[in-house]
Each structure stands twice: as structure tokens, then as C-alpha cells.
Nanobody, 123 residues
Framework: QVQLVESGGGSVQAGGSLRLSCARSGYDYTNYYMAWFRQAPGKGREGVAAISPGMWATRYADSVKGRFTVSRNNAKDTMYLQMDSLKPEDTAMYFC????????????????WGQGTQVTVSS
């Protein structure tokens, strides 16, 4: 039942960087696993990166490993996705998600979703 609002999307050339933010609120927010998903037109929602409560573990999709970094600042109620070396195939709507099941990149493990922020990477 956490509320999530993404920001930081935009347009960038290949090789550039963006930093997404997910502001969250709600009771017991520190007990939630949080994750970033993305969805391109005509495709399913793809798990990108996840982070556990307490910041002790992270998980990344192979397609972004080494380029993206997920972090969270519980004092600020915010999760971040630092995206470096962006590629055109990273173009998608990026969604913030929260859940209590596991450190997961599976959509069904998350109950709360933001509205998304668009990332466009041009060649």
C-alpha cells in the first residue's frame, strides 16, 4: 500500500546517463523490497533492478548489469536508478515497484506501482 512516484526520465543520446528517482510513502515502507521495471510498446514488463530492505542486497537483469546501479535512501523515502552507458534498447517506460515477497525481478511479486517515467535513448 505504499505510494510511488517516479521522476528523472528524459531523452539522451546513446552512451549518456540518467538518474531516475522513486519517491515513496506509506506505513512500514522500510520493510518493502523495491524494484525498477521497464516496458517498451508491445512488450511485457521487464524487471530491471531490485533492492532489499536495509540495502543489503541487489539484483539486476543481465541486460543492464554493469551499467545500472540501484540504491535507496530510506531516510529520504527514495529509491534511485543510476543509468550509465545507455543504449537505444534501454528506451522504455520505467516503473517503480514495491512488494513484500522477495528480492525479485518478477512482476507478480510486487503490489504497488508508480505511474512510470519515460526514458528515450537515441543513436
Amino acid at each position: 500500500q505504499v505510494q510511488l512516484v517516479e521522476s528523472g526520465g528524459g531523452s539522451v543520446q546513446a552512451g549518456g546517463s540518467l538518474r531516475l528517482s522513486c519517491a515513496r510513502s506509506g506505513y512500514d515502507y522500510t520493510n518493502y523490497y523495491m524494484a525498477w521495471f521497464r516496458q517498451a510498446p508491445g512488450k511485457g514488463r521487464e524487471g530491471v533492478a531490485a533492492i532489499s530492505p536495509g540495502m543489503w542486497a541487489t539484483r539486476y537483469a543481465d541486460s543492464v548489469k554493469g551499467r545500472f546501479t540501484v540504491s535507496r535512501n530510506n531516510a529520504k523515502d527514495t529509491m534511485y536508478l543510476q543509468m550509465d552507458s545507455l543504449k537505444p534498447e534501454d528506451t522504455a517506460m520505467y516503473f517503480c515497484a514495491a512488494g513484500r515477497v522477495a528480492l525479485s525481478l518478477t512482476q507478480s511479486d510486487y503490489n504497488s506501482w508508480g505511474q512510470g517515467t519515460q526514458v528515450t535513448v537515441s543513436s
